[in-house]
């Protein structure tokens, strides 16, 4: 399907979508999560049944501050759609999609460990790629880039714009 | 035999002694140069691939830049079983207490290649994930730099490290 | 036989059964058969795999925050290195996104150079598969013709891009540099060579009664369960779905040249060695047909002076870098170009603001860069989805009722990249 006409179908379920460079992305409030995705789902013309990709980024100093965005395709019809959601910085959480789409297991997990974004009902909702001791939320815009701390008996060697050898 | 009295060292002490002393020197220092020469010649790495230098580690342990010319084609999976750990690839903070536990686990004499700049310096990533150089965590003999080493910069950094235990190598 | 403590502590209840338990070990990071530094947790009952929980972020690089502190040329080089063995992937998948947010398509000369290369990763990539997997199941002179092959590739990519691996080479606009003139010559001695190779493997390996027993049956994936965890690529073509973006969604001109995707039906790692295989053998074709489409000349780089690097490359004898007439140039000719070339290095490209999700087909799958632009000459966002990451998460589902040397067997078959797991 065009990316014109599948928004028309889109905007049908959900009001709020936009085209642009040839893609449609749709915007989903946070109550509505589950139900959008699991409607563009079993939609038969619509049929997004393989979730890509499921990542946030943050936008400190607007508001909502988080976004997720949800990357979803169909095998059948092998068209894309984007589906967001904007939420709160002091209440990021989300329902989890595991039960719709097992795959975004890993991906919730990766972004709870970058962003601290929780997500309720998620099986194991566990750092990934972060040791399990680590605190901070490395991705989050407010946190800093160089952390050259070495963690092994207290050696440390500063950031590179502050060094001195 | 005469002896050159060093000052300092064979103050208050019998002929005899330094004769005997020297004696042994010389003894030690020929076994000293037959083992350390033996221990080159067939030095095993410890399997520590960690990223993008692995893939050239394992190039240069196959076919075409042969590391079994001077018997280390034997990558050893065990750490008890090998005497060089060549840290090839960046390593991340999760990472750093593994690479120490391995190391504590090789026997002595041990030495470390690290190679790449990820593992001599942190390479690009000069981020809060990796450990900007693993002489930080353990004692480095040589530095291979490189975005991954050609295998025969590897090589080169590897006969500068049998050069090392081949002069400096001691026994005792 | 009741009689002293140790005896009595293993029947708990006097019934005179011994108690079992399960044993709990670790598998890595440090191993050598786990294409990595993947760390797996098996509860073993024997030798069966009660479960199994794969550990990753051993390799956890923070390259997608590096990203937003560099300029947008710079990322490539930090993307390149996230799967390391299929960089020019990882190239591609940034550079077509940047290109779609600048709203510019490469030249058509540019387009088929990176379908050539990315073709030729793509056998790379195939052929440290086939030498690590082989070497781990005890087929170890595989490892030695793997990588003999690869070497032949890896020169072809040296005298085109100055390296052998992690090249720079795609960047935003277009590629940097040409084909040196001795490159056709090269890449088809490539294409004479490898059919004969690939048959050797064949023989080799495909009627082997070890081969066989070690992969026929064992690990089998099947299309919903894999399509339901996200799976793409050569393990989701293995079990059924004729699933590429190169078809699906094409890019580079992908839909103008003739390929076949490989697919099988038993979704074990047989299978998957089968559809690899084939797949070099297509990507072969495709490389063919790329070459000649490089018989006439033109440019390989976008001609708008805002975006495109300024500067010639060259490979000299000391590896990449400026060319000497460059230099000279801009040294001696002209202070404007010195002043662009400045400018464009320092501060680079501005790309508007929006965000754009690429699919690109890499070997072990689906790889999407999902690039979010505020305006400025940083990326704001580079999220990478990596197609190993997501194939990890079937691990577990495959080793149900597995044997440990199943493990192994299965771990080699997913084809896992821990730089592109962990990033």
Redesign the interface.
Known sequence: MRAGELAERVRARVPDVTVARGEVTAVVDRTRLLAELAGLRDDGDLAFDFLSSVTATDWPGRVPRYWVSYELSSTLHRHRLRVKVGIAEDDARLPSVTALFPTADWHERETFDLYGIVFDGHPNLTRILLPDDWEGHPLRKTEELGGVNTRYKGAFVPPVDRRTT | MPVERLPGLHEGRATSDVEQEVRRGVLLTTLDRAVSWARKQSMWPVTFGLACCAIEMMATGAGDYDLSRWGMELFRASPRQADLMIVAGRVSQKMAPVLRTVYDQMPEPKWVISMGVCASAGGMFTNYAIVQGVDSIVPVDVYVPGCPPKPEMLMYGILRLHEKVRTQGRVR | MSGSPAIRDLEPDGSGELRQETMVINMG????STH??LRLLLELDGENVVSCRPI???????????C??RTWQQGI??VT?AD??SPFFNELGYCLAAE??L?IEAPPRAQVLRVLFCEMNRIASHL?WL??TGLELGAISM??YG??E??IV?DIFEAATGL???HSYFRIGGVIMDLPPDGPTKIRELLRLMPGRIGEYERILSQNPIWIERNRGIGTLSADRA?????TGPMLRAAG?A?DVRK??PYCGYETYEFDVPTATEGDCYARYAVRIEEMKQSLWIVEQCLDRLAEPGPVMVEDPKLRWPAQLEVGPDGIGNSPAYVRHIMEESMEALIHHFKMVTEGISVPA????Q?VESPRG?L?Y?L?SDGGNRP??V?I?DPS??N??AVPSMLEGALVADVIAVIASVDPV??GV??
């Open positions: 990071p440090q191993h050598p990595g530094v990753v972020g051993y390799l956890h690089t923070g390259i997608e925050k590096n937003e502190y080089a930090y290195r390391y063995l779609r947010l709203g440290v030498a690590t490892m030695l990588f003999r690869r070497e890896l052998r691996m992690n399509l339901a965890l996200g799976v779905p699933r699906d969604e929006g965000e754009v999700y699919p689906e999407g999902y979010v704001y966002r999220k989805r990451f997501v990890l998460q821990m730089g962990d990033r």
